[in-house]
């Protein structure tokens, strides 16, 4: 009775010490953080344009995370801007990560790529401005409208001859208005500090493995 007792006590330490570990201890660690001063919410137009790349697929070719490292090299110097932090997606919902680079990341695409003329374009034939891209086109977001049909005034893309049906306009929709309307949002070059106690941690952190070091380095002497 007396070693049931004793391997029931031990079972408890150990499960309360796993989920110690495992549950509580990062829990505690989980803080709300407030987005960046430069951070805007997005506005009703964007919101639409989020899920218009969400119903056709972006996210599986492109992701929304520059690292520091890269896929052989820095993001930064691909221009694709800094590292992102957690406070960048403070208005994401869901977030748009992406785990797949078949095209380059899009979380800075907004300032790399101003130009709204530019963006429809590519949309609607990539291979008119990226002779090598794979990425699809996108021609149901747009109207095919007869060129003596176009009212005066009305925006019409300025493609290359080659990529404009014979005779024909090509005027985007309300759909394909929204989603450039969210490339233009990607824009991350505010100033995005990591949080006092986060560069508190991370420094304590890198103390600790040099302590380790130098006393592995003693030990081995």
């Not at 008119?128 to 149901?140: G, I, N």
Request: charged share 20%; proline share 10%; with cysteine.
């Amino acid at each position: 009775m007396e070693n049931e007792v004793k391997l029931v006590a031990g079972a408890m330490v150990t499960l309360a010490l796993a989920t110690s570990a495992m549950v509580a201890a990062p829990f505690l660690q989980l803080k709300d953080v407030p987005p960046p001063a430069g951070l805007k919410p997005y506005t009703a137009l964007e919101l639409r344009g989020r899920e218009v790349y969400i119903s056709n697929g972006c996210i599986a070719c492109h992701t929304q995370q520059p690292s520091a490292t890269g896929a052989g090299r820095a993001d930064a110097q691909r221009g694709w801007g800094r590292p992102s932090v957690a406070a960048d997606y403070f208005y994401d919902r869901p977030t748009m990560l992406g785990t797949m680079r078949t095209g380059p990341d899009l979380f800075n695409v907004g300032d790399r790529i101003p130009s709204d003329d530019w963006h429809y374009g590519h949309l609607y034939q990539p291979r008119a401005y990226v002779p090598a891209s794979t990425m699809p086109a996108y021609p149901f977001l747009f109207e095919a409208i007869v060129a003596v049909e176009v009212a005066p005034g009305q925006y019409t893309v300025p493609l290359p001859a080659t990529a404009v049906p014979p005779g024909k306009k090509i005027v985007p929709t309300e759909d394909a208005k929204a989603l450039v309307a969210y490339l233009r949002s990607l824009r991350r070059k505010y100033d995005a500090a990591e949080p006092q106690d986060a560069a508190q941690a991370k420094a304590q952190a890198s103390a600790i493995r040099v302590a380790d070091m130098k006393g592995d380095a003693d030990a081995s002497q």
